[in-house]
């Protein structure tokens, strides 16, 4: 089953809002990646972070790698139309396989 | 650089039936990856190929699914024969290793098994 706790499971927000989404897991990670995904579509990467306490912008969206390798959040500032979809964190645990486990995925919503 | 090829993109079937996806990678990448997403979840990988070679299947139900890469390039994920749980989109995704490298997601095939 799924190792990584995604939170919130949805957003409904107005335009031009920040928005605020978290994951956390009982394993440490040794990478978080953030994917959107539209509908119809493959999920695509939007930000990587490699170590821990990492702070990385790609454009209006900030994620950071938290310091106990557990956790991991994405902001996104002034929300645009654009921005709908659904968001996914993913991990690479340091034990095990290198495989990428998925969050449950972050469904925003935006009100024009 | 074109990216993951998949198709078909839909499919509908009646359980018991077989089907089978084909999944083109982008050019030079050395790993393949086949995940199943259910409706409402994250995806959760079936298979990792490095080349024409299994790195890890831990997730791959072997009873009725089966997964190959002959020549290292395309692949093909077969279910037979599907069961009404197996409706998903199944995503292929590909990397230039199995390192910490970026995977890049082909848009999948919704199969809806009737």
């Known amino acids: 089953g799924q190792q990584l706790n995604q939170s919130p499971q949805s957003m409904f927000i107005q335009e031009g809002e920040d928005v605020s989404m978290n994951c956390t897991s009982s394993s440490i990670f040794n990478t978080w990646l953030w994917y959107k995904q539209d509908p119809g579509e493959g999920p695509v990467l939007l930000i990587a972070l490699y170590k821990a306490g990492e702070l990385t912008s790609n454009g209006r969206l900030t994620a950071q790698f938290g310091i106990t390798r557990k956790d991991s959040f994405l902001n996104i500032s002034a929300s645009i139309p654009s921005d709908v979809g659904i968001y996914f964190c993913?991990?690479?645990?340091?034990?095990?396989?290198?495989?990428?486990?998925f969050g449950q995925g972050t469904r925003l919503t935006i009100n024009p | 650089e074109a990216g993951v090829a998949q198709s078909p993109r839909y499919k509908i079937i009646e359980k018991r039936q077989s089907v089978a996806f084909w999944c083109n990678p982008i050019?030079?990448?050395?790993?393949l990856y086949w995940y199943q997403q259910i409706l409402g979840q994250g995806p959760k990988l079936l298979i990792q190929?490095?080349?024409?070679?299994?790195?890890?299947d831990s997730q791959l139900p072997k009873d009725r699914f089966s997964a190959e890469r002959l020549k290292g390039v395309d692949s093909t994920l077969k279910i037979q024969p599907a069961k009404l749980e197996d409706s998903a989109v199944y995503l292929c995704?590909?990397?230039?290793?199995?390192?910490?490298?970026?995977?890049?997601f082909g848009p999948g095939t919704r199969l809806t098994v009737l």
């Open positions: 050019s030079g990448h050395a790993t």
């Open positions: 190929f490095q080349n024409n070679g299994v790195v890890d």
């Open positions: 995704a590909s990397s230039l290793d199995t390192g910490p490298g970026e995977q890049f």
């Open positions: 993913a991990g690479r645990r340091i034990q095990g396989a290198q495989k990428l486990v």
